[in-house]
């Protein structure tokens, strides 16, 4: 496996491999986190997202994503990345069968985390979606409870710098709101990239959205739309 050169490309950006990713083809390659992770970015990994996180607690996280790694897995990966300097991204699954304790854990422990190590540019709340899955009997929570929980996670994480609306998950017209609720960032163009929303029922159906149709949902919600490379960096004027 190998990434493009910095050398060719040295405004490229790779960001690929959530934790649960990284786990898997680290322990087949019998290497340490650490050592795993330094090959990695010795190849051209510059940053990570934050998929996999869904939610810490251990308990409940036996009941809706057992295969996954550990919450103290997903935790070690994302600090030996910081220390390594390797950014990333942190995450959290909300709208199941967590209660209002659990997403504080869950915030509490990245924010633990960041105090440490500085090395998360953004947290991305992640609504649960009803569809095509076994926990489909829940339906799920409100408008309101998701601009509550961005709100939250705003208040809560004020160590991190960006809180992202992933608008695939809400839609666009709640992720718009959202950037009255805390939000900062509103995620991406994409191209339905992230099937996994589709096939769970979110609304959009074939998710896309230009940057035109992103800058005016910005300027429409009364904000001034930037454009940004993967570190947050602004892009032109």
């Known amino acids: 496996m190998y990434f493009l050169s910095d050398s060719r490309w040295p405004s490229l950006h790779v960001k690929a491999f959530s934790a649960v990713e990284l786990e898997y ?6 290497l340490s986190i650490e050592d795993g992770l330094k090959i990695l970015k010795d190849y051209g990994l510059d940053s990570i997202p934050g998929g996999g996180a869904e ?11 057992d295969e996954k790694a550990s919450s103290e897995m997903w935790l070690n990966i994302h600090k030996t990345a910081h220390k390594l300097g ?6 959290m699954l909300y709208g199941h069968i967590e209660n209002y304790a659990q997403r504080i854990d869950h915030l509490e422990r990245l924010r633990q985390l960041q105090d440490s190590t500085g090395g998360f540019n953004a947290f991305i709340p992640l609504k649960y979606k009803k569809s095509n899955n076994n926990m489909s009997y829940l339906g799920e929570v409100s408008v309101l409870e998701d601009l509550r929980n961005y709100a939250v996670s705003r208040i809560y994480l004020d160590n991190f710098p960006h809180i992202k609306a992933y608008w695939p998950a809400t839609g666009k017209e709640i992720a718009q709101l959202a950037l009255s609720f ?7 163009t994409i191209d339905d990239t992230t099937k996994i929303y589709s096939m769970a029922g979110a609304n959009e159906g074939n998710p896309a ?8 949902l910005i300027r429409e919600a009364g ?7 993967s570190l947050y960096n602004a ?3």
């Open 25 to 30: 083809m680290i322990s087949k390659a019998g």
């Open 55 to 65: 939610i810490f607690d251990e308990e409940l996280r036996k009941m809706i994503c």
């Open 86 to 91: 390797i950014l990333s991204n942190a995450t």
């Open 182 to 188: 805390g939000a900062d960032d509103m995620d991406g």
């Open 209 to 216: 959205m230009t940057s035109d149709e992103i800058s005016g």
């Open 223 to 229: 904000f001034v739309p930037m454009e940004r490379d």
């Open 235 to 237: 892009i032109g004027s």
